[in-house]
Nanobody
Framework: QVYLRESGGGLVQPGESLRLSCAGSGIIVSRTTMAWYRQAPGNQRELVANVTGGGSTNYADSVKGRFTISRDHARNTVYLQMNNLKPEDTAVYYC????????WGRGTQVTVSS
């Protein structure tokens, strides 16, 4: 059974940083494509960033230069470093991984507000 557990969300002010973590079990995060998505109220879920098994990364235009996706093989964890956060980054952030099937975490809330 595959489980993905997100953590690290919270309430921050514009310009501040957060690091989200996604701990995997039943899946080897370094050997498959892992992604972060987000969903704001009233909006569809959108891709924020992904990293392939080969290490290639892809970012939404809205977060390029501010967010960085990375992985720690030893901890079997995927991270999303979010810098210079903006109010429009407010959303529930979900971890996604493909391991014979598509799996999602339950999400972690990120709120950017002054």
């Amino acid at each position: 059974q595959v489980y993905l557990r997100e953590s690290g969300g919270g309430l921050v002010q514009p310009g501040e940083s957060l690091r989200l973590s996604c701990a995997g079990s039943g899946i080897i995060v370094s050997r498959t494509t892992m992604a972060w998505y987000r969903q704001a109220p009233g909006n569809q879920r959108e891709l924020v960033a992904n990293v392939t098994g080969g290490g290639s990364t892809n970012y939404a235009d809205s977060v390029k230069g501010r967010f960085t996706i990375s992985r720690d093989h030893a901890r079997n964890t995927v991270y999303l470093q979010m810098n210079n956060l903006k109010p429009e980054d407010t959303a529930v952030y979900y971890c996604n991984g493909y391991w014979k099937s598509n799996f999602w975490g339950r999400g972690t809330q990120v709120t950017v507000s002054s």
